[in-house]
């Protein structure tokens, strides 16, 4: 019943978890390393794996996990989650904001603009229950996952 969050695992670590996981697995707060070549971001192929177990990455909404020079933006994030969601599929991407941390972007620097986002997520023509989603439903969805016996 313990929910396993690889946001800051090495890869090595990745890849062991996902040899031995019987539940889905998730990564709470990485992006796409294919667009910032970061080491907390996640290779296309540890995308494909976590969504062939069931599993969810989140967007996170800290600058140096969005782009390498400059200032991120939301634009960044959305980027970000539209890659996601062409390589793992709508059902496997959320939102982990990481206010609590070193998170906060231009056009999203706290929870007070949220809203932010999904109007982006309109704009980018996604249907309500994709927003419903990536806002909550796919983590919730793992959490129940991981919580059956």
Known sequence: GVAVDL?????KTFWDVMRIAKR????????????????RN???????????KGGVAQVCMYGGFLRKNGEA?????????????NVMGIEHVGIGTDFDGDGGIT???????LINFTRRLLLE????????????????????EVQRK
Not at 7 to 11: M, Q, W
Not at 126 to 138: A, P, V
Request: some cysteine; aromatic content about 4%.
């Open 7 to 11: 946001s800051h695992a090495s890869e």
């Open 24 to 39: 889905p697995v998730l990564c709470s707060h990485s992006n796409a390393k294919s667009l910032c070549d970061h080491p």
């Open 42 to 52: 996640l290779t296309d192929d540890q995308l494909k794996a976590l969504a062939a």
């Open 73 to 85: 933006t939301i634009k960044d994030a959305i980027e970000h989650l539209n890659h996601m969601v």
């Open 107 to 113: 056009g999203c620097a706290s929870a007070s603009e």
């Open 125 to 144: 023509r996604y249907s309500e229950e994709n927003i419903r989603l990536i806002w909550g439903g796919n983590f919730l969805r793992v959490m129940e």
